[in-house]
């Protein structure tokens, strides 16, 4: 059943028919994909749901595609975990990690995202789809795009790290490297959406490719047992998820699947790169462009498109934000490690080195439940946690070298 | 070309009559689409219509002014 109604003006409220656009024509206001949630009356349920495969198509009536996906058919469903050593070191009675840190089939949330994009893309007749990142993103448009048959180009800086090109290229994507500073390509990856017809992931299927992204909060719900948490942190780079957490929630209470819990929603960003949790803190809803300098590069996007509408939600929810140091971020990389035996990138490290810090400062309460998004795999940045980590301690291959190390550690031989 | 641009002016240039002057330096139709005032800082939905070459510099002139200039999409390179 297709309840997709039309693209709708975030801002003037205009209407457009189901198209490969992103703006209003009108005020330049972003477009949202709206629905006509009535048409669901008694028909999608929490026995259909659940009746489905566990992927983040058990939702589909939800997403703006028209029957099946094409691309992208087993991504999603990933772990809740209820995190209790994290829960005994950060002194918080109910805490859960969303773990998006293994989602199929390149290790981060944006697989949700450009699942439902490409799909899209295909039902358009586009043949080739396209991304402007520096990580994640660019290796979902690639390995979706191979596992569909399109052509898929990739436009990065041309200085990004080897690590980070071979996460793309491996899938047989057409990379783009481009000079210049962070506007001018940032630009040109805008003129170039507009130019060719292609379908470009986060510029003329923003629409739908960010509906994606709500598809996690249904599974978080569902996964706590048909509840929404009292409290949900999230990353934030362009905002996007932020409001679609806290879009999937609204759904899900206006069709009867869960009762309203009064969920806040809370923004993570690194100080290097915080312009929607400052514009928060300072009590503005005008965000103000910031230069990015942080390692949590999946972040750092400092002029974001829906930082205002991120900055709304948190209000509106009585939820707040935080950003914190990149020394931070580290050691809440390896705080999740070390307790959950969760290797998050540094993204994660922001989410949870954020919680952490409105849960000292009283604004997350430590008796209610809590669940911390965690958006992609700490595979992916090691360099800002090679120096940070436990180095082995070398021995001669001798059982009494070991010995004597055993015995520092306090073990004793078996008798 | 028809271009559409977020404008944000800082401190420094939220009082001055950019856009105006802008119309009297280079020959271009400019359009005003959504535009939002505070003390600090201002942000200005533009369409800039003109010769391709012109908008061109005229985009760098706002620049040169300390406007920031970005698409309507703002940022897309994501990570």
């Known amino acids: 059943m297709n309840i997709v109604r039309a693209l709708k003006c975030r801002e003037c409220g205009q209407e457009y028919d189901i198209q490969p656009t992103h703006v209003c024509e009108f005020c330049f206001g972003p477009l949202e994909v709206v629905y006509d949630y009535e048409k669901l009356d008694g028909y999608f349920t929490r026995e259909l749901i659940e009746s489905r495969p566990q992927t983040m ?8 595609i028209d029957g099946e996906p094409t691309v992208g058919a087993q991504n999603g469903f990933t772990p809740l975990v209820r995190a209790k050593n994290l829960e005994k070191a950060l002194g918080v009675s109910e805490l859960y990690i969303k773990n998006d840190s293994v ?9 949700r995202v450009v699942s439902v994009a490409l799909s899209k893309a295909v039902e358009f007749g586009f043949k080739t789809v396209a991304c402007a990142s520096t990580g994640n993103l660019a290796g979902s448009v690639a390995a979706n795009a191979a596992a569909a048959g399109l052509e898929s180009y990739v436009f990065i800086p041309h200085d990004l790290e080897q690590g980070k090109v071979l996460g793309a290229g ?24 507009g130019k060719y017809g292609w379908a470009f992931v986060n510029v003329n299927v923003r629409p739908f490719y960010a509906e994606g992204s709500k598809s996690l909060g249904y599974e978080v719900m569902e996964q706590l047992g048909w509840k929404a948490p009292k409290h949900i942190v999230v990353p934030m780079a362009s905002g996007s998820l932020c409001t679609k957490i806290h879009k999937s929630i609204k759904e899900f209470i206006q069709l009867g699947l869960i009762e309203d819990n009064g969920t806040a929603m809370y923004g993570a960003q690194a100080t290097g790169c915080s312009p929607i949790a400052k514009s928060v803190k300072d009590g503005t809803d005008l965000i103000h462009p910031v230069i990015a300098d942080t390692i949590a590069k999946s972040l750092a996007i400092g002029n974001p498109a829906d930082g205002y509408y991120a900055n709304r939600v948190i209000n509106e929810t009585d939820g707040w934000a935080e950003d914190i140091s990149d020394e931070e971020v580290v050691d809440a990389m390896k705080l999740l490690a070390e307790t959950e035996g969760i290797f998050a990138e540094t993204a994660g490290g922001v989410t949870l080195g954020c919680a952490k810090k409105m849960i000292e400062s009283g604004k997350l309460p430590r008796d209610e439940s809590i669940v911390l998004c965690i958006t992609g795999n700490g595979l992916k940045t090691q360099e800002a946690v090679v120096d940070a980590i436990t180095k082995p301690r070398i021995i001669d291959a001798s059982l009494k070298d070991f010995d004597a190390l055993a015995e520092a550690d306090g073990f004793e031989a078996a008798a | 070309m028809r ?6 002016f800082d401190e420094s240039t939220v009082r001055e009559p950019l856009i105006w002057k802008l119309a009297k330096e280079f020959d271009v139709v400019t359009n005003i689409r959504t535009a939002e005032v505070k003390d600090h800082m201002g942000l200005v939905g533009l369409e800039i219509d003109g010769e391709d070459a012109v908008v061109e510099s005229a985009t760098e002139w706002l620049a040169e002014q300390g406007v920031k200039v970005a698409p309507i999409e703002q940022d897309v390179i994501e990570g």
Not at chain 1, 105 to 111: A, E, R, V, W
Not at chain 1, 170 to 193: H, M, P, Q, W
Request: hydrophobic share 35%; glycine share 6%.
């Open chain 2, 3 to 8: 271009l559409r641009v977020y404008l944000t």
């Open chain 1, 170 to 193: 491996i899938f047989g994507t057409r990379i783009i490297g481009i000079k210049g500073k962070y506007d001018d390509v940032n630009r040109l990856c805008s003129e170039v959406a």
């Open chain 1, 57 to 64: 198509w058990r939702y589909k009536e939800l997403l703006p």
């Open chain 1, 103 to 111: 989602c199929y089939p390149t290790l981060s949330f944006k697989d």
